[in-house]
């Protein structure tokens, strides 16, 4: 088999691998996803099951339909499941060997988008919607078009 995508946690407890590219790369901005990883947004990258090999023993927390990774030692999370969609995966970017070959290309749950600019840059105000600029240029589902401009 050979792998193309490798990550894992802090102390290298745990490790895991993906043989075929992920078919999904996103910013998820949902409540659930927050506490999970601590972070303003979280971001994720999605793989077929059947392609990803874990090394190690994560634990395991969530409410049904999701469970969320995260090794017991370090504390990092690692990935989330869906019970709906149970062929797929999706590691925490930050997990990523890697994170730079996953550019994020779409924002879920917009609808609970923090309203605040957390990277400390310059945003701007779209229809209402504070945007970070370094998500501009990105696909934002409840976003029609651009008001006002632009200012880097
Ligand atoms: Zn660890
Ligand atoms: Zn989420």
New binding site residues.
Partial sequence: MTILHTG???????IFEASADPFYTSYCHCTDCRRASGAPVAAFVGFLAEHVTFR?EASIYGKFPISRS???????PIAYRDARIEDQVFFMLGAMDHPERYPPTVHGYVSEQLPLDFCGCRSTLRRGRVMCCRMLGLLVADLQQPTGSLHF
């Fill in positions: 894992g946690c802090r102390c290298g407890a745990i190690g995260f090794c017991a030692t370090c504390g990092a």
